[in-house]
């Protein structure tokens, strides 16, 4: 069974960072990539990053490119975003995602999180 907890949101101003951190338990060796998706209200949840499992390619929402950063540390089994600059309209809940499939990096993920709220104040 796999897992995904997602940790790191809270409130902040404008101008600032965050770090979410997710943790993945389970049948991991079957990842293939890893993402982040947000949703704020009244909007359709929306692709934010991703970063191959296995390798070194990671892939950014145009909205997001030069602020944001995915990493991970494949021993701990984690997924870091680490967010600068955040603006306003960053504010979403964000949801930590996985898949097996090698298809595309923002769609069709199988296993999510539970999310963990951001809040960019002005």
């Known amino acids: 069974q796999v897992q995904l ?8 101003q404008a101008g600032g960072s965050l770090r979410l951190s997710c943790a993945t338990s389970g049948r991991t060796f079957s990842f293939y990539y890893m993402g982040w998706f947000r949703q704020a209200p009244g909007k359709e949840r929306e692709f934010v990053a991703a970063i191959r499992w296995g390798g ?4 950014y929402a145009d ?19 680490r967010m600068n600059s955040l603006k306003p309209e960053d504010t979403a809940v964000y949801y930590c995602a996985a898949t097996d499939s090698r298809g595309s990096y923002y769609t069709n993920y199988d296993y999510w ?9 002005s």
Do not use: C, H, M, W
């Open 113 to 121: 999180g539970q999310g963990t709220q951001v809040t960019v104040s």
């Open 63 to 81: 909205s997001v490119k030069g602020r944001f950063t995915i990493s991970r540390d494949n021993p701990k089994n984690t997924v870091y975003l």
């Open 56 to 59: 070194a390619s990671t892939y």
């Open 5 to 12: 907890v997602e940790s790191g949101g809270g409130l902040v």
